[in-house]
């Protein structure tokens, strides 16, 4: 079980970079993957990078070559570095995955952080 705390967002210049940051409360972070999800206004949440508890990572098409996931377990921690930002990756980014839980078992959203991507 598992609750998630996520900073690092702020306005950027396109072409610019971030690194956001995603710190999990609780035990056994280690032994689930974990994903970065963003919503932009009006459009579905997404999927757009996701890492195993091995360290196995996928992307979506649109961040691929650009994001890179990465986890520390030891500080139970998961990363992304975005880099070369394009407006259209504006957004709230979300990290979560299967471990994570609010306080009586249900699904559990932090707040998020607010990426903008703007001259």
């Known amino acids: 079980q598992a609750q998630v705390v996520e900073s690092g967002g702020g306005l950027v210049q396109p072409g610019g970079s971030l690194r956001l940051s995603c710190v999990a409360s609780g035990s056994f972070f280690s032994i689930y993957a974990m994903g970065w999800y963003r919503q932009a206004p009006g459009k579905l949440r997404e999927l757009v990078a996701a890492?195993?508890?091995?360290?196995?990572?996928n992307y979506a098409d649109a961040v691929k070559g650009r994001f890179t996931i990465s986890r520390d377990n030891a500080k139970n921690t998961v990363y992304l570095q975005m880099n070369s930002l394009k407006p259209e990756d504006t957004a709230t980014y979300y990290c979560?995955?299967?471990?994570?839980?609010?306080?009586?078992?249900?699904?559990?959203w932090g707040k998020g952080t607010l990426v903008t991507v703007s001259s």
């Open positions: 890492i195993t508890s091995s360290g196995s990572t």
């Open positions: 979560n995955g299967p471990g994570i839980r609010g306080s009586y078992g249900e699904d559990y």
